[in-house]
């Protein structure tokens, strides 16, 4: 019975081997089966008093060939193959898009530049302008065209998203059903591995990490799976699931949400791996940067344009207008920042977000967070480095503005709350906004404004340039086809100049600030006016002459006399750029009787101010003596303790240049005082000029010294206690002999500012008016010594000159001095006035002595401010509020000109022909306009850069996703050679089991026969 019960034993594992087998065989096309074998053992023998005796074998289970490890290993290869191939996959087509020409931007640039440069060859010809709107208008469809391909990839990214989150939660339920299956079997019948359940179940986690990567931990035969950072997906019998939802940060841009009974939150950022994986990496590393550096292109590109063509005229004459779309249009600026759906209610929040600085920009975007305590306190960081680029309080007012990175953010209103966070995405939708705004081929603006003329009568070889456009920001461009003002430059001596108002070309005034007595450099390139757009100027009142000149006893003098400038404290205060703060300077004091030379080297100490000081003085009405005295003395003129009035021989001389007037004329006049100072070598040298009128003569010295004059001759003979007659409408008093005598003043009219009564700029030097009718018509002015007084006029005035004397009347009552006064009325209608002293001579050896001080321009660049002290009777006192010198355009001066030269600066009222503008258009081609904080990029380059950098991500992208497939192919090699079915290999053991089985038979066969042999011995 035994030899019987162990051949049958043998014929039972046989056959279960061969069933086995023929299940591997049947599986061999099963996704993710591995090899099953019949594990056999020996039956407990039986002690027969010899010793023991087999009966037979047993199948004791049924084992799944399986090498957790290579399991491991292939589910971690799987979800890196898959993250690196959809990268792959996203990037290769943002990076054929980008570098091919039919698609890319390059080929159009290049086109738009060309057609500009054909229309600067010849800017009159209107097929030429024609062609670069065509070819405009192509490169912002190209614009359109690229930004809706990209947008486009992020939407289908989008749905490729959906599409993996349910994947993922199909496969999670279907794992977790697995679970519980298995347990259930494992817990019933037998302890034994179902080996099949268990197949499936890799097989399923094998298809989550193509999509996710993930890591499983078995607990008691049931798979707990995490993604992310230990985000559990499943948990036993349980699956918590994830969502594709608008994203919270910009709901065009989908993120992940962990869902599970008890919570939900986002895990876009967590999640690696898998499809996933690799389509949250492209959009954040490749797909975003190329939508970002598209949008920084064409930014910088319409409005480097739309600013350069706001610099020109068309061929109407007009100022130009915008080319491209206007970027900062309030429209696109408030769509530019995402709240957070998670802000607290209520949603009211408003911004708006503007561009300052193309070359500034970046390509990253930022988020705005309050992150308390309290809800004042903001905090603005680059996503790109995570660098706070902003961070202060909120003030609690609208709007408030957040400037950084080339770009200011504007808080509109709204109730901001701690814990609040917003996006700030500037460039994502810029390129499909660059739309063409020029619709007629004369709207291209490709003359200048601005064009300079140079005097016919000039006797020197100094030429001006055609001239720059630096913006419109300026008065000067106010109103179009006209220039505000336009200038005259006038040169005082080859080293000088000065620049007026040329509104009346027969009557130049100065400017608003002056500009005058400025420093040429002969033979060089002398900029006229600054770049610097916040650039101010003050310039002080000048030294008002004595009143009363000093006596110099027994001839001239060089004891020193005050100059008319009191003492003054100058406090400079500079605001910081960056961080807003200000500081103050250390305070500059400065000396009565100061020059304005010395007064200016120590303000040129401080940094960012820039000092200049001339001297003037008038000389006028000069009165020659018409009696004969005993003994009877010359009028004599001394110019900083040089006389001017001397006789002197031309032969062997050196104080004059050839040429100089020998004969002193018996009445003294401004003509011949003229000639001689400007041609005395010593006054040369120091600096000293002068120029006449015929009536006036105006003694200059550049450089900011005193002027010292001196004058001797005969005493007037009056009738009455008077002055001699002054000029115009001032007093006449009487008198038998005038003597020898002359008015000074330093030249500055001091203006009237109404109070009360607006006379609407009627005004003028021809008629009256009616101050009776819509009073009453009250004036301040600033006098000389420091104080404000008041003019009243009521009366019905025929004539200007009854008003101007009424005026002159009261300005003497106020001025308490023996000063005279002489009003002016501007083209305007303002009123002005000018204060004069008198000199005589002294009908001795005694001089008549005035020293003369100067004036001082402060110019001082952007954040810098000046603060007096005192208030009044010093050259600072109460001036206006420094005023702006830019004027939004400049010139270069060369050559060398002479005294009397004259340029001309003025509108450009024929610009048909004029190239200037479009040149500069042509010229943005290869100007760096953007990246600026990294050396500077042209579009060309930007544009290079981000095709460079995609593929390079794309190259990459390849190496990494072929390295990967190698890898997985390795992996599944080398698990297939494990627990593969090798159909070989089952038929070998197929033959093995049934010669096993066969034997078995026979054995059973051989037993039959002896038992019926036994039987039949019985």
């Given at each position: 019975m035994s030899m019987l019960s162990t051949a049958i034993s043998g014929l039972l594992v046989q056959q279960e081997a061969l069933k086995t087998t023929g299940h591997n065989i049947s599986n061999v096309s099963t996704p993710g089966y591995s090899r099953q074998e019949v594990v056999v053992e020996s039956r407990n023998p039986l002690f027969r008093g010899f010793g023991y005796v087999g009966q037979g074998a047993e199948v004791s289970t049924v084992r799944r060939v399986h090498d957790q490890f290579l399991t491991n290993q292939l589910r971690a290869d799987t979800s890196s193959f898959q993250g690196s191939q959809v990268y792959r996959d996203g990037i290769e087509q943002v990076d054929r898009l980008l570098a091919d020409n039919s698609t890319g931007l390059q080929p159009q640039m290049d086109r738009y530049f060309a057609a500009l440069q054909g229309a600067a060859d010849n800017p009159s010809y209107i097929p030429s302008r024609d062609v670069v709107l065509g070819e405009a208008k192509g490169l912002s469809e190209r614009f359109a065209t690229l930004s809706h391909y990209l947008n486009t990839q992020n939407e289908n990214l989008n749905g490729q998203l959906q599409v993996a989150t349910s994947q993922v939660n199909t496969i999670s339920q279907g794992i977790a059903g697995l679970n519980e299956e298995i347990a259930n079997t494992r817990g019933s019948v037998t302890s034994e591995p179902p080996n099949d359940l268990f197949d499936k179940r890799d097989e399923l986690v094998r298809q989550l990490s193509e999509l996710v990567n993930v890591d499983v931990l078995d607990v008691d035969g049931a798979f707990n799976i995490t993604v992310g950072m230990g985000l559990s997906l499943v948990d036993g019998t349980s699956a918590n699931r994830l969502e594709t939802v608008p994203g919270e940060r910009d709901p065009k841009r989908y993120s992940i949400r962990f869902e599970s009974k008890v919570s939900s939150f986002d895990v876009t950022e967590k999640i690696s791996g898998g499809k996933i994986g690799g389509l949250v990496d492209f959009r954040g590393e490749a797909l975003d940067k190329a939508i970002n550096s598209l949008g920084i292109i064409a930014v910088a590109f319409a409005q480097e344009t739309n600013a350069q063509q706001q610099l020109g005229i068309d061929l109407d004459g007009q100022l130009g207008t915008?080319?491209?779309?206007?970027?900062?249009?309030?429209?696109?600026?408030?769509?530019?920042?995402?709240?957070?759906?998670?802000?607290?209610?209520p949603n009211d929040r408003l911004f708006n977000v503007y561009f300052t600085d193309s070359g500034a920009l970046t390509t990253s975007e930022?988020?705005?967070?309050?992150?308390?305590?309290?809800?004042?306190?903001?905090?603005?960081?680059?996503?790109?480095?995570?660098?706070?680029?902003?961070?202060?309080?909120?003030?609690?007012?609208?709007?408030?503005t957040l400037s950084f990175d080339g770009l200011d953010v504007v808080l509109e209103g709204g109730t901001f709350q701690q814990g609040d966070a917003f996006t700030i995405a500037p460039l994502r939708s810029a390129a499909q906004n660059m739309d063409i705004l020029l619709k007629e081929p004369g709207q291209l603006a490709l003359a200048f404004p601005i064009k300079a003329e140079t005097s016919l009568s000039n006797m020197g070889s100094g030429f001006i340039d055609q001239g720059t456009m630096l913006s419109r920001e300026s008065a000067a461009f106010a109103s179009d086809s006209e220039l505000n003002p336009p200038l005259v430059i006038k040169f005082l001596s080859p080293t000088r100049y000065s620049i007026f108002d040329n509104s009346d070309p027969g009557n130049p005034v100065s400017l608003n600030p002056p500009q005058e007595n400025m420093e040429f450099i002969p033979g060089i390139a002398n900029t006229l006016f600054t770049s610097d757009t916040a650039e101010t100027a003050l310039s002080s009142w000048r030294a008002r002459p004595s009143s009363i000149p000093a006596i110099g006893m027994d001839g001239p003098s060089v004891e020193p006399i005050p100059n008319g400038i009191n003492p003054e404290r100058f406090s400079f205060y500079q605001t910081d750029p960056i961080t807003?703060?200000?500081?103050?300077?250390?305070?500059?004091?400065?000396?009565?009787?100061?020059?304005?030379?010395?007064?200016?080297?120590?303000l040129n100490r401080v940094k960012g101010v820039s000092a200049r000081a001339y001297t003037e003085v008038q000389l006028t009405n000069f009165t020659n003596s018409g009696t004969t005295y005993s003994p009877d003395m010359p009028f004599e003129v001394w110019v900083d303790g040089h006389e001017v009035t001397q006789l002197v021989s031309s032969a062997n001389q050196t104080t004059y240049l050839d040429g100089f007037p020998e004969i002193v004329p018996e009445d003294m006049n401004a003509n011949f005082l003229a000639d001689r100072i400007n041609n005395h070598v010593d006054l040369i040298n120091r600096g000293v000029s002068a120029k006449s009128d015929g009536v006036t003569l105006t003694i200059m010295d550049e450089n900011g010294n005193d002027i010292l004059l001196e004058i001797r001759g005969d005493k007037a003979q009056s009738v009455i206690s008077g002055v001699p007659s002054l000029p115009g409408s001032l007093a006449n008093n009487a008198v038998i002999d005038p003597g020898d005598s002359m008015l000074i003043s330093s030249g500055e009219r001091w203006p009237f500012s109404a109070v009360s009564g607006d006379t609407l700029g009627l005004l003028n030097n021809e008629t009256g008016y009616n101050f009776e009718l819509n009073g009453p018509?009250?004036?301040?002015?600033?006098?000389?010594?420091?104080?404000?007084?008041?003019?009243?006029?009521?009366?019905?005035?025929?004539?200007?000159?009854?008003?101007?004397?009424?005026?002159?009347?009261?300005?003497?009552?106020?001025?308490?001095?023996?000063?005279?006064?002489?009003?002016?009325?501007?083209?305007?209608?303002?009123?002005?006035?000018?204060?004069?002293?008198?000199?005589?001579?002294?009908?001795?050896?005694?001089?008549?002595?005035?020293?003369?001080?100067?004036?001082?321009?402060?110019?001082?660049?952007?954040?810098?401010?000046?603060?007096?002290?005192?208030?009044?009777?010093?050259?600072?006192?109460?001036?206006?509020?420094?005023?702006?010198?830019?004027?939004?355009?400049?010139?270069?001066?060369?050559?060398?000109?002479?005294?009397?030269?004259?340029?001309?600066?003025?509108?450009?009222?024929?610009?048909a022909s004029d190239n200037r503008n479009a040149l500069q258009l042509v010229g943005l081609e290869t100007k760096e306009t953007m990246s600026m904080s990294d050396g500077g990029n042209t579009f060309t380059e930007s544009y290079s850069q981000t095709v460079a950098k995609i593929a390079t991500l794309t190259s990459q992208a390849q190496i990494r996703s072929d390295t990967d497939r190698a890898v997985l192919e390795g992996s599944q090699a080398e698990i297939s050679n494990v627990q593969g079915v090798n159909l070989d290999e089952e038929a070998a053991r197929l033959i093995e089991f049934q010669a096993a089985y066969n034997a078995n038979a026979k054995v059973i066969s051989i037993a039959q026969e002896l038992f019926d042999s036994l039987l039949a011995a019985v």
């Open positions: 915008n080319f491209f779309q206007d970027m900062n249009d309030p429209l696109l600026a408030s769509e530019r920042v995402h709240a957070h759906s998670s802000n607290s209610l930022y988020q705005l967070a309050l992150p308390g305590p309290g809800s004042a306190r903001f905090q603005v960081t680059r996503l790109d480095d995570g660098k706070v680029v902003s961070e202060g309080a909120l003030v609690g007012s609208f709007p408030q807003g703060k200000e500081t103050q300077v250390p305070t500059i004091s400065t000396l009565a009787s100061a020059s304005a030379n010395e007064i200016v080297t120590q018509y009250v004036y301040q002015m600033y006098l000389p010594d420091g104080r404000t007084g008041t003019v009243d006029l009521t009366d019905n005035y025929t004539d200007s000159d009854s008003l101007k004397a009424d005026i002159e009347t009261q300005l003497n009552q106020l001025l308490n001095s023996t000063g005279q006064t002489k009003v002016f009325i501007t083209e305007t209608g303002t009123i002005e006035y000018q204060v004069y002293n008198l000199m005589n001579g002294q009908g001795n050896q005694n001089t008549s002595r005035m020293n003369i001080g100067g004036q001082v321009d402060v110019v001082m660049q952007g954040g810098t401010r000046l603060i007096t002290d005192p208030l009044a009777g010093s050259i600072f006192s109460g001036l206006p509020d420094a005023q702006s010198t830019y004027m939004g355009y400049q010139f270069e001066l060369g050559g060398r000109p002479v005294s009397g030269d004259e340029f001309i600066i003025r509108w450009n009222d024929d610009g």
